[in-house]
């Protein structure tokens, strides 16, 4: 099913980005792509919290900028505090406190912010990640984070592109792409598939 809003031009006012949450109110719960996520809930001053938000913005800024650019003008979007069918809303925070806390592990080069809007009278965080570029670093995770299921022994680490290192945790990279509608993790010895916009300068049309 097709998400339920026109998504031919970038959500970027606050007008814009409350219609776009009253959108994911209103989808099926199978509409997410790769332009876009949501999450019912999280703590936002939480270290869960912290692991999904940096996992999340990182996959957006690794999308193939040609394919990101047939969605929404490139951008991508997490929204948390509402789904299919229900508005939970999040605790607000200050977007700057927020900036201040992802950055070391984002890194300076993805360009992103914090946006709150209020739908059905609760506060909605909407995470906007401009649109990749050829010529665009690969984006990968400056700074160790905890793994967000520590049951199962792992982190999620620090790691530096290109991925033909030997990986601190078998077979896990610091670097997260996005494909059909989630986020992962790269695996070290071969670049993720989101990854060939970036390894390539520029589109193959323009080469000489």
Do not use: C
């Not at 939480?46 to 913005?57: D, E, G, I, N, S």
């Not at 300076?108 to 010529?135: C, M, Q, Y």
Request: aromatic share 8%; glycine share 10%; hydrophobic share 35%.
């Amino acid at each position: 099913m097709a998400f339920p809003l026109d998504a031919s031009q970038p959500f970027l006012l606050p007008s814009q980005l409350r219609r776009l949450a009253e959108a994911v109110r209103d989808a099926g719960p199978h509409d997410e792509a790769t332009w876009i996520e949501w999450k019912s809930t999280l703590d936002l001053r939480a270290p869960h919290a912290r692991v999904h938000l940096v996992k999340q913005t990182l996959g957006f800024g690794n999308r193939p900028p040609d394919e990101a650019a047939k969605r929404a003008g490139g951008y991508g979007y997490l929204l948390v505090g509402v789904e299919p069918g229900s508005v939970s809303g999040v605790d607000s925070i200050d977007p700057s406190d927020m900036e201040q806390d992802l950055t070391p592990y984002l890194g300076p080069d993805l360009v992103w912010s914090a946006e709150h809007v209020t739908l059905d009278g609760k506060d909605v965080l909407i995470v906007v990640v401009n649109p990749p570029r050829f010529g665009d670093p690969i984006h990968y995770l400056r700074k160790g984070l905890p793994h967000s299921n520590p049951s199962k022994g792992a982190r999620f680490v620090h790691a530096e592109p290109p991925l033909t290192a030997t990986s601190p945790v078998a077979g896990e990279s610091g670097v997260a792409w996005r494909v059909a509608g989630r986020s992962g993790r790269a695996q070290y010895g071969a670049a993720p598939p989101q990854a060939t916009g970036f390894i390539r300068r520029y589109p193959s049309a323009d080469k000489p």
